[in-house]
């Protein structure tokens, strides 16, 4: 079964630092892009940035540029997400998903999300 | 970037209803126009992709049409389990991509 598994919630406080990431698993994991999408407490999906694995290339949303840095280790099929110093307005549901191969680029596969809470 | 608008923001709809949602984008996006469905504490889902392609499994009372900046979502006889809300993204500029602000559908 091809999944996504990511890391548990995350409590922080401003200022601090934290990586999340997003597991691939009955795929071969370094030829899908893994995008990173952001939901905040009741708002819509915002597209945070994206991955390939098999090279680390990396495209950003201008909105998060410099804000996030997202990574990835090959030999664990395994992608990340880091903020080196946190701020309240980051709080929301962070959603890994990988881009299909279709000609069309949907996103197919969707982890179940990592919720960051960033509070003093 | 590629700004995609979507509208309305919120539609309270009766089973059985029929619904049309649209997107518009910023600038062509020829038909690399996805649509998703979100239902809280759930990963988003795809629906259509290639702005008329039905996702496999997806029920055929769903329907997307357009190309170029206007795309329309179309829901026909609306079932209880389709109250959630819809997203348009684009994926024109892959890896880049952007997403629609969302239509909420709310029970009348």
């Known amino acids: 079964e091809v999944q996504l598994v990511q890391s548990g919630a995350e409590v922080k406080k401003p200022g601090e630092s934290v990586k999340i990431s997003c597991k691939g698993s009955?795929?071969?994991?370094?030829?899908?892009?893994i995008g990173w999408v952001r939901q905040m407490p009741g708002k819509g999906l915002e597209w945070v940035g994206s991955?390939?694995?098999?090279?680390?290339?990396?495209s950003y949303s201008p909105s998060f540029q410099g804000q996030v840095s997202i990574s990835v280790d090959k030999s664990i099929s395994t992608a990340y997400l880091q903020w080196n110093r946190l701020k309240a307005s980051d709080t929301a549901m962070y959603y890994c998903?990988?881009?299909?191969?279709?000609?069309?680029?949907?996103?197919?596969?969707w982890g179940k999300g990592t919720t960051v809470t960033v509070s003093s | 970037d590629i700004q995609m608008t979507q509208s309305p923001s919120s539609l309270s709809v009766s089973v059985g209803d029929r619904v049309t949602i649209t997107c518009r984008a910023s600038?062509?996006?020829?038909?690399?126009l996805n649509w998703y469905q979100h239902k809280p504490g759930k990963a988003p889902k795809v629906l259509i992709y290639?702005?008329?392609t039905l996702k496999s499994g997806v029920p055929s009372r769903f329907s997307g049409s357009g190309s170029g900046r206007d795309f329309t979502l179309t829901i026909n006889s609306l079932q209880p389990e389709d109250f959630a809300t819809y997203y348009c993204q684009q994926s024109y500029s892959s890896p880049s991509c952007s997403f629609g602000q969302g239509t909420k559908l709310e029970i009348k």
């Open positions: 998903a990988r881009r299909s191969d279709d000609y069309y680029y949907y996103m197919d596969v």
């Open positions: 009955g795929y071969s994991f370094t030829n899908y892009w």
């Open positions: 991955i390939y694995p098999d090279d680390s290339d990396t």
């Open positions: 600038q062509s996006v020829s038909t690399y």
């Open positions: 290639g702005a008329s």
